[in-house]
């Protein structure tokens, strides 16, 4: 691994949802469950229907919520409100994982398709809220998600974002590609992909930012 390719980050920024906790989380499986009661109840449809049209949305717009408000005009902050009041207690601190990132020379920030008050609750419950310099969410990118690029300069605008000092942490591909363009480094975690804007790849998100700590 080419540490010494990253001795110039001074701008760390972290996706949250199956980049600092495993996708083998049941966190998940509540949120899917809210949404797609929603979509049930806002929708007349039934519950194929349901997780059918969230999994497509997803593929499609990026999230589903993209996708309930590019079809049926939904309202962004009453969706979050209900999808994301979850019980956040099957998420397990991860001191290590603090410890790596707290180590890290310069700012760190969540950057989540989620709400800031949903990072807030999810990084407290791993154990990480004193590790970040910021919390930002998709009420931050005026309800605009990754992929699509306003959101990420609306996001970077806000906390002044060095894009060539900078590097992007996050579990989908997808969502890494505005950030290359941008002249951010891209890390790739927990899934694989051959896509040119993958830089860099880990199953082990702390075992790579050690790497990067003992090397620096």
Not at 45 to 65: F, M, P, Q
């Amino acid at each position: 691994m080419p540490y010494d390719e990253l001795s110039h980050i001074t701008d760390w920024v972290f996706d949250l949802d199956h980049t600092l906790y495993p996708a083998s989380s049941s966190l998940f499986l509540q949120l899917e469950a809210k949404m797609e009661a929603y979509m049930m109840r806002e929708l007349a449809i039934d519950l194929a229907k349901a997780k059918s049209l969230r999994a497509e949305y997803w593929r499609e717009h990026g999230t589903t919520l993209a996708g309930m408000m590019h079809h049926h005009g939904t309202d962004p902050v009453a969706f979050l409100d209900e999808v994301q009041d979850i019980d956040f207690s099957c998420l397990v601190p991860n001191p290590a994982l603090a410890k790596a990132i707290q180590n890290l020379s310069g700012r760190k920030i969540v950057y989540t398709n989620g709400s800031s008050g949903y990072a807030k609750n999810a990084v407290f419950a791993l154990g990480l809220s004193q590790v970040f310099d910021g919390l930002y969410g998709i009420d931050h990118a005026g309800y605009i998600s990754k992929p699509y690029k306003t959101g990420f300069e609306r996001v970077f605008a806000k906390v002044n974002l060095n894009h060539k000092n900078a590097i992007m942490f996050e579990d989908d591909p997808r969502n890494l590609f505005v950030p290359h363009e941008m002249g951010l480094k891209t890390v790739l975690v927990g899934t694989k992909s051959d896509a040119a804007h993958i830089q860099y790849q880990t199953d082990d998100l702390t075992g790579f930012i050690l790497g990067l700590v003992q090397t620096g």
